[in-house]
């Protein structure tokens, strides 16, 4: 059956470095999404993509972050400077098509840990 | 804004037992509703999705219904296994592309 994966499973990073959290959606998906859960926390959304573009994002998704499908398979996170308040466990998403209908399938995640 | 509420956080059962997880929305407009699952560390399993216009939906041993009107939706378990431990999430999908997802039952199935 098809799913999304990611990878690291885990990052550790120091606090003010670059992170990039990989993600390879269901291969005839074409919406892609970014949630994240703080440990303890509810799942809460960050960003979704389609067609090459962001199409919502919500106020965490501030400047330090952004979002990439740098070729036909991978969709990409990236953390400009990390904080200590970045630590999370970060999930990819995918979705055939954006109908009120769909459905969104989730990966395994990764978990980052800023230090 | 949307918000999502569960109850109860945490359900403690001998294995068996039939039993039912809560989920109440207070923005009733809603396109659909998911039912996940999440183990310690793991990532979500989604069980089920009901439409907006869907009153409930079945998947084995899973039933989830939705009264969108009184914005309530119950996962009912039949016949609970050790296997079903877990964390159990429902989400709700507005407009847009965004799931708005509660805070979760953490069930634990005793043998």
């Known amino acids: 059956e098809p799913e999304v994966t990611q990878t690291p499973s885990h990052q550790v990073t120091q606090m003010g470095q670059e992170v990039i959290l990989r993600c390879v959606p269901i291969?005839?998906?074409?919406?892609f999404y970014w949630y994240r859960q703080i440990l303890g926390q509810k799942v809460e959304f960050l960003v979704s993509?389609?067609?090459?573009?962001?199409?919502?994002k919500s106020e965490i998704f501030d400047d330090q972050f952004s979002v990439e499908r740098p070729d036909g398979s991978n969709f990409t996170l990236k953390i400009r400077s990390t904080k200590l308040e970045d630590s999370a466990m970060y999930f990819c998403?995918?979705?055939?098509?954006?109908?009120?209908?769909?459905?969104?399938?989730f990966g395994p995640g990764t978990r980052l840990t800023v230090l | 804004k949307q918000e999502v509420t569960q109850i109860p956080a945490a359900l403690s059962v001998p294995e068996g037992e039939n039993l039912v997880l809560n989920c109440s929305f207070t923005?009733?407009?809603?396109?659909?509703l998911q039912w996940f699952r999440q183990d310690p560390g793991k990532g979500l399993t989604s069980l089920l999705l009901?439409?907006?216009?869907?009153r409930e939906q079945t998947s084995g041993r899973l039933n989830a219904s939705l009264d969108k009107s009184s914005g309530r939706s119950t996962l009912y378990i039949a016949a609970s296994q050790p296997g079903d431990s877990a964390t159990y999430l429902c989400?709700?999908?507005?407009?847009?592309?965004?799931?708005?997802f509660g805070t979760g039952t953490r069930l634990a199935v005793r043998p």
């Open positions: 291969s005839n998906h074409l919406y």
């Open positions: 009901i439409q907006s216009s869907q």
């Open positions: 993509f389609y067609n090459n573009e962001i199409s919502e």
């Open positions: 998403a995918s979705s055939l098509t954006s109908e009120w209908s769909n459905e969104q399938f």
């Open positions: 989400a709700v999908r507005n407009s847009g592309d965004k799931l708005t």
């Open positions: 923005d009733s407009a809603i396109y659909n």
